[in-house]
């Protein structure tokens, strides 16, 4: 089945900085989302974005679906921010319509 | 904006006993999966639904598992005989269509089983 690889594993910001996830996937997708998951276990929907760009608020996410990656960008990081970053991908190639999660990105932004 | 609701928020069982996880999908939503996090691990997919009949389950959904959507609301996984591994946050999930090029998954909040 598909292969999503998420990096870094860990990040550390000040509150104000930029940052950039990367999810990178082995098979052409047909859904690509990213979530956060909040201090109390809740999976946020962020984006869903198999293709092109989306932008939402301080969030934007990019997918090159050619070379099988996903970006995730937060612009002037919030404490609220901090929590674990996952992207997740339903390959093209399965019979179903599973999502494969990555390992995740765990943001931690101080004041 | 509507969303996936999930009961109860946490369950503490006794290995061996049987448990009943309840989801309320998104009313208008055709198909319904249950996914699952051993805590510091990745989301893992367990089960699709759709039209009534498992469409899809991965290698951990063995025969202690089961789903059911008893009537036009609720979706539920029933696990048999629990055991110390099936300690883990629970996720519900529903989309509105998900062939090929399949829509938005949307999450409930989870719930936390601790099995003793």
């Known amino acids: 089945g598909i292969q999503v690889e998420q990096s870094p594993p860990d990040l550390i910001l000040q509150e104000g900085a930029n940052s950039t996830l990367r999810c990178n996937f082995s098979?052409?997708?047909?859904?690509l989302q990213w979530f956060h998951q909040n201090p109390w276990g809740q999976l946020i929907n962020l984006f869903y974005?198999?293709?092109g760009t989306k932008q939402n608020g301080r969030l934007s996410a990019t997918t090159v679906a050619t070379e099988r990656y996903s970006l995730l960008y937060i612009s002037s990081s919030q404490t609220t921010d901090s929590g674990v970053y996952f992207c997740?991908?339903?390959?093209?190639?399965?019979?179903?319509?599973?999502?494969?999660f990555g390992e995740g990105t765990q943001l931690t932004v101080n004041p | 904006e509507p969303e996936v609701t999930q009961t109860p928020s946490h369950q503490v069982t006794q290995m061996g006993q049987e448990v009943i996880l309840r989801c309320v999908p998104i009313?208008?939503?055709?198909?319904f999966y249950w996914y699952r996090q051993i805590l510091g691990q990745k989301v893992e997919f367990l089960v699709s639904?759709?039209?009534?009949?498992?469409?899809?389950k991965s290698e951990i959904f063995d025969d202690q598992f089961s789903v059911e959507r008893p009537d036009g609301s609720n979706f539920t996984l029933k696990i048999r005989s629990t055991k110390l591994e099936d300690s883990a946050m629970y996720f519900c999930?529903?989309?509105?269509?998900?062939?090929?090029?399949?829509?938005?998954?949307?999450f409930g909040p989870g719930t936390r089983l601790t099995v003793l």
């Open positions: 999930a529903s989309a509105m269509w998900a062939l090929r090029g399949t829509d938005t998954q949307y």
């Open positions: 639904f759709y039209n009534n009949e498992i469409s899809e």
């Open positions: 009313s208008n939503h055709l198909y």
């Open positions: 997740a991908a339903e390959g093209r190639e399965t019979s179903g319509s599973r999502l494969t």
């Open positions: 098979d052409s997708v047909n859904n």
């Open positions: 974005i198999p293709s």
